[in-house]
Structure formats: structure tokens, C-alpha cells
């Protein structure tokens, strides 16, 4: 150990600090285990199919994931994903029944926006964290929704055309929501890698101060951050309703959660500054992969958490150990 | 008395916004009385041990998810095992189910140290492990409790040379709250060890430089994290008389009560007291709220509303402050 | 001598990924004596206390105390076995009270009074929390701190670095009698003053590796610097400046006027110009309100009172980004402060080119490439752990928190403190920096703890003093003496000692006010 | 009571945002509005658990009502609150499920039974053989565990039936849909799906993955129950399971209040089978089926001998006062 002259560094060490370099690699090896263990406990199931929608089923989780891959960058969460996105989604079902979808739209966007700029104010200029204030609106969206599912109770709902089409429809063995994903996929990682307004994300979770001095404005990077982020929860909620076709009040709720998982364990660190997006893409599929995998086992309900939970523990564990140094 | 109003002001004004509650509680339902404030000590009892747990890894810079997942499990775990069994088992049963919430929280900070796996996601795939684990146990809700365990947490006691009016305001499940907090809260707070959890809390690196063992220091915070939610899973079964396996509200209520109790997310700052006077002043909107028969979906409203107000508040006069 | 050392490492090395900080780090500590570590920015100096001290560990090397092979792999261990640092970062925890941190190390208290009161720090309170206390202060009791359980061997890291000269001083004093009482003092400085008046003997690191110990006699100084540089240039005295620089043409406005600016309590009445093409200096002790000087002027504190125009016209800064609009920027001392410690150097110098919201859209990488490289290589920062400014070494983050105004062409800038912790190679590129700048028409504030350097960067010297600026020197009459005098709220002229002045605070009140 | 003879009725349901609880509610404020007998309602109704729940009623018993409606979270879990409650007078009914305390009047429907006969229709569909996609609820909620019994009732009865795959869905659509998908990707042949009342966008993921319709038992939600008489080729069955109960609980209250206690304290309300299969089931679905609920909401909207509320009235989901 104590030679410092120059020895063949051993293949293993190479590889490491290859996979770590390339922190990418070391998930993808991780998604392609996952895919092949499933294989391996029921031949067949890897098909056109079943890729299929294991993509339409990863790629709200994504989204959603995207949103706090960009606030978890600056050290924050956004747990009103959510809400945000159940309450377009509702609203959206329920609006279109007797508006024009345009004006539906926007009818169904408002909520985002709005929970947005409050968090965006909350977080930014009274500095609140981050936690808290999404769960505060979260709560605080959740309550309208049930004040406003009475005013429709009797309208009924529906899921228009269009977000049924792009929610469930397939071209060419391909879910039509990648139309959708794709496009948002590379502008998030466009944004984060190439505009001011990432390297602001960056740069205000690794140290705000120096941010400051350096003439950043924190509340306006942190207000436009939860905008958009509750913007694109909006958008998730759209897509997930033209998926399940079914309007309720909980939604999205169970992607919470998961899409705080998907982030980290595709290396976005919970503490801001580290991450990106392309890693977390990775992580919804992963959960994705997971989740499937696990309900096909045989096995009682309580070992099938126990077991998702173990999984989850090692995979991020595994990550961590292979893209660390040393 | 300028550092105690610096270091307490929040729980003092908790303490007066929890004064002016109870004040409001007695104009809005005259008849507010003793017994009512006993179901309130019973109500906070569960929360309060959820908050206390979440308190002791918050102080130490950490988070813990698994807690209503924790109370859950030993919940069920003590359930099942007093099920139809004598009075007497139950006195192997308590320590028994404190000694797994110890070391299943011990686990929970083993894990952390070990695998480096920021808290939040070791102690998210804990909730998982720990809920399934508590569906092992019981796959539906179920179980019993010993007699005296529930007796335990209703009704009052007599406390000698106290006259009874007094006395019906000294509900048993407060007393069982104060007692079993501070026989774990006050020895630790005065202890290098606690001091060593603020330590960590405060700044790892500086804590390290000043020779605190980090990572056993660590563990230690989720084990009594673990021990106290080991205590509101009991409590969970003493109140209910059953142990349920899906975790109740426990664990966003708990993070809530923290930050309103004056516990920074961050760590290294704030005490045990304000949270528990936080829950309380939760507890108690609640009971407002009922008492003044308010529609239930505007319930959900108001209580985001007052988490949000207070904390912004509470950011506000810190700002305030620093200028 | 014949005494066997206290503290004997050979063949330390350590490695970060690629980069070796220490390759073969030896050092060798008698009883009794005060041992400087020397070397330039980023030869491994802090590394080598950090394994000594058991806060990292070492990749190779072998340490003996006391003759014996000790494992030292905690701060913890480092204490049992008698070694105690006081790291270049402080590290009281930042939310418990100084006598909470003083419980957590098990340090006595009285012990640890009595040195704060001996280092010059008359009225500490027990219960302040660490982290609202000054860092020069909060530097002197981590000192104490490890005094006070009376260690056998102290490990200094730029100690003084941050500290004002009337600290300083203190700190040498009790140092010194650390080695007489034959304990042994590992002690890094960049100052040679301080080596020079302390040290029995050095041994000076270069690129991680042990190149010379050598015994400090008078003039043994160029030798260091010989040693620590290797071939590098050595001590190119900044030329004195040629009489053009020095009349700067007095320009019809200056580029900042300051009218009876105030801030709390702290600041007080202070007015002065700045014109285009001066580097003026600011001398003050620690704590004068120097602090808040800076601060008003990037905007990053509201004053409560006064004026600051610029160009001539008023200005109100609420946010830095008024300042820097104003082309005013502010390289703050701390450069954790500056510094996202996690992005490349790239990044950090390129931040303030996202700042304002305009610019929040596509980057274009290759003029930023271009602007960042050139800034890079004014500054000679060594890039070689660029991609994470947290694992240059200090000075060369320093460099970088000067370097991203360069880059961003700041017409003004406020340096505070800049060569803080910086080896002498690099603080002569500094001044030249400074002095190239002014040269260019930009202007610079120029706040110092070293004497020395208001001569040989400044055009002018603005002394403050108990918040209140209390004169304005020409450089030429800009001695040590009348400077130390100045700062200590003395007139111009007035013939008393210094060392005797021990508390600054005693004649606040009765400073004179001085008119520029 | 107050002075007009007229009752406050508190109201304790501890699952929120979920059509059926919802429709439950509103069921218990129209019949409330409806009898002209309830002053004011005081609703608690949030998420939470047993424990949440003995919170709620003990603040109910402070808030001194005249009767308690309540759908239990546990069956044993607040037994404590109920006896507190009749002993401070209150009149105690417990709807959709049972309780432990013996002195609370219990109007329930009968999830045991629920699950037993949708699946026994199930079976006789697939001809008493074959495999089963078993859906249930959420894992440890007492209503599932009380279904299950049904289920496995009924399997005992059917020996040549075997479960293909047991899930829980929690009561999540999404969950649901993707777990149904992942199961039709793994190609393992199935010929029925029994669901725990998750069940349009069961059907919604056979129709969008183009799998052969199996038979399929799911509750009489709307979307499902129009699910069963518009998609082509779908044989299947709704089974009741009224969220109106709570509007009987309000009448069973009132009724008590006013001095007319039932014959026992048990009222089970016997679950109904509408099948697409039959005629006769072809009529029911067609009068319940009611495309403008909300699909998520039951159609059965009302309980003939129990509540006296108009459909607008319980649509408008408003109590007495509102
Ligand atoms: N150089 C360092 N800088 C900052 N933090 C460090 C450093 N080295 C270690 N730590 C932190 O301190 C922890 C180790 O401290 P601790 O005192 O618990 O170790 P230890 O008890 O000496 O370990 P062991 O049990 O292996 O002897 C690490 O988890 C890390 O977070
Ligand atoms: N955590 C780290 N990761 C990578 N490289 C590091 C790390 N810490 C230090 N280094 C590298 O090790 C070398 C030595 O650093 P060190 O801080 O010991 O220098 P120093 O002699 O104390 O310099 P200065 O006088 O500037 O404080 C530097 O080149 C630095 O870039
Ligand atoms: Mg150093
Ligand atoms: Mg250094």
C-alpha cells in the first residue's frame, strides 16, 4: 500500500472509477438485473407488452421524480406533487364535461400555478421549509378539492379523447406518452446542464450565500423552481388521468413517495447541489420494474414490503458504493 | 433571562397561543371540562411519542420516516402477544416490545452509518420493511391488551394532599406522558450524549473534529427514536385495546409538530418541550374544530393553513430578527 | 539535544482520487520546541495536521509518539494520545453555547477562562452560542480550548490567519510559552514575522512531500521560501510604483463617495472616496466595523444611514445584485462564503453570469469557456481538482473567489482580506492582480490584516476605528508604526508604545475624530 | 336535544377521498336535511385511525351531540369511545361494519357476505374450475379481512377454483390498473377477476391491452356499473355495497332518539347481485345505472326502507343548516 510509484492500477479499481465517472452505467446495470430477474421468475413477461407499459406507467413517476430531482437540487422537496397533480387531473375530468377542453385546460392548470407561486413565496421569501410549506398546501389543496368534488358530484366526469389517446395509446409497440415525455425529458436536462437557471439550482443548493453574493436573487430562482415544478405535477396529473381513467380524490398521491425514491436513488442528493435528471429517469423505471416484480411473486403481502423495501435499501446502497470514490 | 427568552421564546408563545386555545375551547363549549381534557391527554398521547421520536433524530440532523410504521409494528406486536394471555405476561410484554423498538430504530441508524444511504431513503425503506413486518404479525387488526395497561391511560389518579378538583385535571395519560418523557428526556439532555446529538446535528464535521463518535452517536439518536415510538405504539394499543397494522397519521403529524415546535429540519437546534406543546395546540385546533361543527372538508384547509401561518410566522420573526 | 521527538512521522501519503495531496510527508517534533510547517498553497500542510490529528487517514506512513506506533484514528484517539489541532476551519459546534462545547470535550472551564482572558478576550459570555460569535474570537477559543487540557503536542493551522494583529500577538506570546514549558507546537503560517519571532526550527512541504527541515536563524528566510517554491520564482518584490501609477490623475468625480455612512451601532459617520485607478487600503483591528463597511457597500446589509453614490450619482443597495450592477463586487474573507463548494471551478467563476434573471436561458459554453480560461490563468489557479472547488487548497480558492470577478470585468472591487491563509508565492501575484487592476482604471478596496501589505499594494490607507473612520493616510506615510497607532484610535503623531495598548475598547470613547 | 325537539347527530369516518365514504357522508346529510329532525350535523371525517377515531368521538361527546353515526375504522379499537358516548347518553349507531360494543346499534352492510356472493357467482360463471385474479383491498383494513373470509368461503365451496394471484390494491385505482397490466403482461391464463371494488379500471386495462374478457365481480360503482352494460363482450357482475348506508345510520339514530329502538341491536343490510348475464340483472343495471355519477360513487344511492332523501338532494351533499 505504501508504494506511491506508478503500479498497474487493478482492473477492478479501473472499472470502478469508470462506472463512477459514469454514474449512469452502474443504473442501467442495476434496471437491466431487475428486468432480468423478472424474466427469470416468469419466462415470457419481458415483451413488447409489457415494455410497453411498464414505460406508460414509469413516465408520470418520472415526471413527477423530475420535479424533485430540481427542487431537491436546491436542497428543497416538493411534496405537493401529489396534490397538484390530483387536482388537475380532477378538475380537468370533471370541467371538460361542460367547458371546452381549452378552457378546461386552463381551468385545470390554475391550482398548479397557484400552489406553485404559494410555495414558491413561502420557501423563497419567508424561507420556510421547504417540507412543511408543500405539506401545508398539499393539505390546503387537498381540502378544496373535497369543498370543490361537491359542487360536480352531480356533472359526472370525463376523460377526454386526447389524454386517453396519449395516457394508454401505443404506435408502433411505443406508448404515445413518450410524445409527451421525451420532449419534457430533454428540456429538464437541457435546462439543468445548459441554462442560468440550472446551474442557479446547483449553485443555490450547494451554498445560497454565495449565491447571494453573486447577485442571485434566492426568492426568484426559488419561486420560477416550485412554478414549474408544480406546473409540470400539473401536467403529470393530466397524463395519469388520461392513464387510469378514473378521476378520485387521492389520485396521485401514492407517487409521492416514489417519485422522492426515483430521485434519489438515481443519485440526486436530498441535500441539493448533486444530481440530475437522466439518473432519475432511471430510478422511476427502476421502482417501476420493481413494483411489477413484486406483484407477480407468490408470497404474503407483508414480505412483499419487506422485500420492497430491502430492494430499494440495496439498490441505492449498491449505487452509492460504485459511484463514490475511494 | 435574555438567553432563556432568546433560547424559549418559541415554546413560551406556544405556550400562550395553547393558553388562548384552551381559553376559545371553554367560550366555544362552556361545559369543557375535566374529562374533556382527559381524552385530550389521551389523544396527544400517541402523537406525542411519534413527536418525541421524531424530535431526538431531528435535533441529531436526521429524519426519521418509519416512525408511524414503528408504532405500527410494535403495536401489533404487543397486541398480538397479550392476546388472551394472563395480566402478568403483560409485564414481559412492555419491555419486550420497547427493547424491539430500540433495536429496530438502532437498526434504522446501523443502516445509515453503514451504508451511507442519506436517512431519508434508508428510513422510507424502513417504513416499508416495518409496515410489512407488522402485517406478518397481524394480517387484519386485531390482538388484546392487559386490563391494567389500559387502565393505565384512563381516568385520573387521587395525588395526595391535592384537592380532587385539582386532581381531575391531572388525567393518567398525561402523567404516563410526562413520566415516560422525562425519565428518557431530561438524564440524556444532561448527558454528554445529548449534547453529542446536538453536536452531530449542528455540524458532523465539527462534532467529529471535537472527538464526538459520530456514527455511534448516531445510531443511539435512531434507537431512542425507535424506543419512543416503541412507547406510542404501546400507546397506540393501551388507547385502542387492538393493534393495527396500517400506521396511522403519525409520521407527517410528527415532522409538523416538530418544525412548529421549534425544531430546526436542519438540526443541532431547539428541545423536546415545544414540539410536545405543539402537538397539544394541534390536538386541541382539532377538538375547535369539532366543537364548532366545521364542514370537514374546510377542516383540512384550516389545519394547512395554521401549519403554514405559523411556520411562516415563526420564519418571519426569525428574519425580523436578524436584521 | 538529545531528547527522542514527541511526535515522529515518516512516509505519509495520501490520495484523493488522482490527486495526492501528501506523497512522503515526514515530520519530526522535539519537546520544547515551536515547529513551523511551511509550504506554498495546496502542499499538504492541513492534510498532514488531519492525519496526524486522526481526522482522515493516511493512505501510507508510519507515527510514532513518543517513540511509540500509535493508531490514531479518530480526534478522539489524537486527544487520549495527548495531539490537539486547532484546524484552519473552526470547529466549535455551531448551535451549543461555548460551555456546552466545552462539556462535549470534556475541557475544564477554568482552565479554559483563564486562557481566553490571557489570549486577550476580556468579556466572553459562556452561554453565547458559537455560532454568533465573530470568527477571529471564535478562533481564539478554539484555541483555549485545546490549551486548556494542557496538551503535549498543539497543532496550530493558520491560527493567526485570521486573526487582527492585536490577537495575533497574544497568540504568539502564549505559544511561545507553550514550547518554553516543554510542550511541543506544530505551528503552520504563511506570515514569516510570525516564523521568524517563534519557530526553533521548520520543515517545509512541496507538493506533498518533505523537502527540508531546516533550524530558523536570522535569514534563513529566503531559504524557506527556496525550498517551498522549488523552481518556482521567487519573491518578486512588487516594484515600487512608477511615479505615473502613482499620481493617478485625480478624476473629475470619484467612482464611489461615501457621505456619513452608518450601519447600527457598529458603523458610524464614515465618509471617504474612491477614484478610478486607486487601490485604497483599510486598516482596522478586529471587529472596528469594517465588517459592515463591506457588507453596505455590496449591498448585502442595508445602512441605517448616510449616502453612497456612485459616479456621482446616489445609490441604494438592497440586494448584492444592485451593487454589482453598479459594477461593484465583494470577495468576501470567508471563502466558504463565496463558494459552491461542490461545482466546478468553471461553475463558480461563471455564477454571476447567470444571476439576473435575463439570463436564466441557454448558456453559450464556449465564450463562457473562453471568459473562465482567461480568468483561470490570470489568476494561475491550479486546476488540477478542478472539478470540485472543495478539493483545491485554500489559497487556490481564494484565487477563485477573485477570479470570477475578473471574469465578470467588476469595475470595482472589494477585497476583504484576500490573502487570508495564502502562501507568500501566491499573495505577490495578488498584489500584482490588484495593482494590474488599478492600472486598468478599475478601483479596489482593499481591507488587510497584514500591515505590510498596505504599502506595498495601496495608494491610500483609511483606518477605522470603534466604527468610526478615524484618518486617511497618503502611502508614503504609511508605516507599520503609524499604522498600528492609527488602528489602535491614536492621532497622527502621538508617540506611545504599542504593546502596551492591551484594550482596544478602553479608548472608544474618547477617540478623536479625525477629518479626511 | 334542543328546545324544538330536534337533534345534533355527530358523525365520526376515518377514510377521506374515497368516492364511497364520500357518497356516505352526503348520504347522512341528505337523509339528515330530509327527516327535518336533525338541528345540526357535526362531521368528523378525516383520514386517520382507530385511535384518530376514539379523538373524534371523545370531541363529540365534548361537543355534547344527541347520537353518534359512526363507521367504524376498527370493530374493537374504539369500543372505549362508544361505552363513554352511551354512558354520557349519547345514542351510538355504528354503520358499514360492526362494532364490539354491545351497547351500540350496528347498521351495517355485510362484507362477508358481499365477497361470498360475487364470488360465488364468479365460479358458477367459470364453471366451478379454473384460476382467479384475486384483488383485494388494503392489507390489515378489517372490511378486506372480512371480505376475504367471503372469498374463501366460497373458494372452500368451489375446490377445483384456484387463486392465479392474489394482490392488494389498497384501494388505489392506479395500483390497481398497473398491477392488473402487469398481470396480464406475465401470459399467465386466467378465467375470472374478482375485485374489492376497484373495479372500471379493471376493465379499462383488459379493453386497452386487448386480453380476452373474463368474467369480472367488482361493486356497483357507476363507472362499473356502466362499464357492464356498454362494453361489448364484458360478462360480469356488481354487487352492492350502498354508501347510502350512512343515511340509514341517520335514520336508525333518529329512530332511537325518538323512542322506536329496533327489535335488535344488528341490522345487516343483505348485499345485492346485478349480473350482466341474466335478464333480470340486465334490468337492474339498466335502473341503476346512472352515467352522471361520479364513476367512482355507488349507485345505489339510497335504501328504499331506510332513507327518504331525493337523489338531488343527496347530490347536493348538504346537511341541515348548509
Ligand atoms: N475527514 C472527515 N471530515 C468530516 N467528517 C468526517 C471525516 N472523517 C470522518 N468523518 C465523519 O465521522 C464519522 C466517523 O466518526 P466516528 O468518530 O464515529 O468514527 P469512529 O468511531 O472512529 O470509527 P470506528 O468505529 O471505525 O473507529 C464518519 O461517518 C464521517 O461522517
Ligand atoms: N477532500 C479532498 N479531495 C481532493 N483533493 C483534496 C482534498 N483535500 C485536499 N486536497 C488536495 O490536497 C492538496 C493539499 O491540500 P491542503 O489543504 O493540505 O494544502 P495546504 O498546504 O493546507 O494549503 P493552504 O495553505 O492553501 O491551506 C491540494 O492540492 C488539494 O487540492
Ligand atoms: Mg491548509
Ligand atoms: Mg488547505
Redesign the interface.
Known sequence: MSSTGITPVPFGRRLKRFMADRPLIPLVILLVILVVILQIL?P??V?E??IA?TI??AIPLAILAGCQTMTMLTGGIDLSVGTVATMSAFIMATQVVKQDPAVAFLLAMMPAVLIGLVNGIGVGVFRVHPLIMTLGTSLIG?GCL?VY??T??????KIPDFLAWLG?GVTYGFPNALLLFLPLAALIVFTLARTGFGRLLYAIGDNERATRLSGVQYWQVITALYVTSSVLAGITGLL?IG?????????????VLPSVAAAVIGGTSIFGGRGGYTGTIIGALILTVL??LL??L?MP??ARRILFGLIVLFVTAAYLRIVEER | MSHFLRRQGWVVGLFALLIVLFIATRII?P??GSN?FG?LA??VL?YAFAVAAQTVVVIAGGIDLSVAAMMALTSVTAASMMNGASEEYALFVVPFVLAMGFALGALNGLLIVVTRVPDIVVTLAMLFVLQGA??LV?????GGIAEWL?ALI?GTVPIPGLPDAIDAWVPKALLVLIVCLCIIWIPLRRSRLGLSLYAIGSSELAAFRSGVPVKRTRIIAYALSGLLAAFGGL??TM????G??????YLLASVAAVVLGGVALGGGKGGLLGPIVAVFVL?LV??DL??L?I???V??IIEGAIMVAVVMFGAFITMRGRQ | MTTSPLLDATGVAKNYGAVAALRNASLSVLPGEVHALMGANGAGKSTLVKILTGAIPANAGRILIRGEARDIRSPAAARRAGLLPVYQEPSLIPDLDVLSNLRLTSTPVEPFRAWVRELGIADLDLRDTARDIPLAVLRVLDLARALAVEPDVLLLDEMTAALPANLAEKVLEVVRRQGDSGRAVIFISHRFVEISALCDRATVLRDGETVGVVDIVPGVEEKIVELMLGTRIVKTHVAARSAAQKAAPAAARPRIAVQNLRVGTKLSDVSFDLADGEVAGVVALEGQGQDELFAALAGSIRPSGGTIEVDGAPVKFSHPIDAIRAGIAYVPGDRSEALAMQRSVRENIALPFSAALRNWGPINMRKERATVLSAIERLQIDTRAQGEVQRLSGGNQQKVTIARWIAADARTILCFDPTRGIDVGTKQEIYKLLRELAGNGKSVLFYTSELEEVQRVCDRVIVIFGGRLVDIFPVEEADEPALMRAAYGLPRGAKADIGILADPTAHASDAPEATP | SSAEGKYTIGISNTV????WR?EM??AMKAQALASGEVT?????????????Q???I???????VDAIVVNP????????GLEEATKAGIVVVAVDQAVTEPSAYIISNNQEQYAYLGAKWLFQQMGGKGEVFYMRG?????A??DRDKGFKKALAENPDVKVA????T?W????A???M????????PFNGVWTSGID??IV?ALV??QAPLVPVVGADN??FVGQLSSVKGLVGAAVTNPGSIGGAGVTLALQILDGKKPAQQTVLVDPQLWDNATDEGKAKLKAAAD???????PVSISIPEWTTYTKEQI???KGPG?
Open positions: 416468469r415470457g413477461i415483451n407488452r409489457w407499459n406508460k406507467f387537498t373535497q368534488q361537491r360536480v358530484i352531480a356533472s359526472g366526469a394508454t395519469y392513464l387510469i381513467k378514473a378521476p378520485s380524490l387521492s389520485l396521485a398521491e401514492p407517487l413494483t411489477t406483484t407477480i407468490q403481502e407483508g | 363549549q361545559a369543557y374533556d381524552s389521551r389523544a400517541p407488522a402485517l397481524l394480517d387484519a387488526p386485531g389500559k384512563s400507546a397506540l388507547s385502542t385495546g387492538i393495527a397494522p396500517i400506521p396511522g397519521p390536538r382539532r377538538t369539532t366543537l361543527a364542514d370537514p372538508n377542516t383540512a | 377521506q377521498g374515497n368516492g364520500e357522508v352526503c345540526k350535523l357535526n362531521i368528523a371525517h378525516r383520514n386517520t385511525d382507530a385511535a384518530g376514539l379523538e373524534d371523545r370531541n363529540l361527546i365534548s361537543a355534547k375504522a376498527d370493530p374493537a379499537g374504539i369500543k372505549a388494503a392489507a390489515g383494513a378489517s378486506d379481512s394471484q392474489e394482490v392488494f389498497g388505489q385505482q392506479d395500483q390498473k398497473q398491477q397490466l402487469s398481470f396480464l403482461a406475465t401470459g399467465t372500471n379500471v379499462d386497452e391491452s357507476a363507472g352515467p352522471s355519477l361520479s364513476p367512482e360513487w347530490i347536493a351533499c348548509e
